[in-house]
């Protein structure tokens, strides 16, 4: 006689629940009948189990009765008792759970869709003052882009940047009182001095170093009397996003440059330095597959593009910052942001259309306009005079156009990235209003121009939740006036 086994829990693991029936009364010999098939047959291995009279007449009554509960009862103890030869068990075991990603969405897959900004900058050497360092501090955590670039950043500065976000403020005031402080992920040459690459933590899911270096360029001799030796830095890093960026994708990688002025400047013992310093730089951008270079190239900053396109690489300038000495001198900023790989149209605060002096609004005409132009001190402000960048030999305006133009034409039917550079307040960035620090540069900024992320029904929400903060700013603000005239 075969081998038989006793069911005392029809619910096991190796059989699914019985299902309801009419009346809400459970028939626990249901699940035993195979439902695809059409003759009604018990699965394999349950041939022997029927159902007795009395159990059926359990099951088909359908108007509730006092005996009806003890007749389930005592079908239901029979059940549990009864011996059942076993040849094959179903398994109905739970599956592994199917990891699933991220819910897709079709507005946010598209090419089109999501915007970055990237900041340059170079403050020099960690202030001495407190009240400057806290300054500069929140600019940093404040700024606009979510992804920054910095050379000669301290260590402190990176710590700063590395800490812990922190809530706007609730007070009234200007739109960059209220802006909250945010943390990023940084990657940093281990030196007293070094350049910077950072994202913003809440945009970003990881930042990968691919390369370093601190080039060795020569010695010289300093102000001092000491030799010093002169040093090229340069950063590479891989940004992973945790949205696509539009025109961008899901991730892209950006250098962090800073050219040793000595070799910048092409003086005498750093020429050979300074012609290599294109192929090189080309080659680390060809090899990590760069898509942004941001950097201080000192006296060289118009030499990036034409230098770089002369090798192979197709770079545009999509940031920089022209400003006027106090006397109406043309001057520049040699701190920058280029785009590389072409295929991109960027707006800049100061196009070529602005390449003239015939009005106020020209960068080459000497004429001090506070509406068209930052002004410092010819000696205390960021940058040089325009005749002071290479190649000297060259007219001002010619100097700029070369980094001007179309790295690549367009093509019908492609898209191309556009980039828009973002003037930045100069009176947020000075502190307390006074001169720029010497010896510190001033901030570039570029953001991407897609569509937003929001929908157009989330766009409408968020333009009337604006207004309505506004009605609200206005109307308390005219009680407070009204009540300021009504005081005695």
Known sequence: MPKTAQLTEPHCGLMTGPPAVAGGLVDPFEELVDPASSSGYPL????????????????????????????????????????????????????????????????????????????????????????????????????????????????????????????????????????????????????????LLAVRANVAEKLEMLYHERKYEGSYKSKTGNRSQAYTRVLVGKIFFSKPVGQIGMSMVVMVLHLHHHVANNFKGFRHQQKATWPWLAQLIIKYEVDLLMGDLNMSFFKTVPELRSCGVKANLAAWYPWKAERGLPMSDSCGIWWIGGNVDCKLSKGIDTVHKNSS??????????????????????????????????????????????????????????LKQKWLDHNIFRVDGVENRRGSHFPVCVFTVNNCRRSVEGMRKRNANKWEKYEKRKGSHAKESGAAVAAP
């Open 44 to 195: 394999q291995g349950c041939s022997n189990l029927r159902r007795s009279a009395s159990e059926q007449s359990v099951f088909s009554v359908c108007d509730g009765d006092s005996e009806i509960e003890e007749l389930l009862l005592d079908s239901q103890s029979r059940v549990e008792t009864l011996d059942v030869q076993v040849t094959n068990f179903r398994d109905t075991r739970p599956l592994k759970p199917v990891v699933w990603g991220k819910p897709s969405h079709s507005y946010l897959e598209r090419d089109d869709v999501g915007n970055i900004g990237f900041s340059f900058s170079n403050l020099g050497e960690r202030a001495a003052t407190e009240t400057v360092r806290l300054h500069q501090d929140m600019t940093l955590r404040k700024n606009p882009a979510a992804i920054i670039g910095m050379s000669e950043c301290a260590l402190e500065t990176r710590d700063i940047l590395n800490s812990p976000a922190v809530a706007g403020s609730s007070e009234k005031g200007d739109k960059f009182a209220i802006r909250a402080e945010s943390e990023y992920m940084c990657i940093r040459g281990n030196e007293k001095s070094s350049v």
């Open 361 to 418: 609004d020209g960068v080459l005409r000497w004429q001090l306009d506070e509406n068209h132009f930052d002004h410092y001190k010819e000696e205390g402000g960021p940058g040089m005079s325009l005749d002071k960048f290479l190649p000297k030999s060259e007219d001002n305006s010619v100097k700029i156009l070369n980094s001007f133009g179309e790295s690549s034409p367009a093509v019908a039917g492609q898209k191309r990235l556009a």
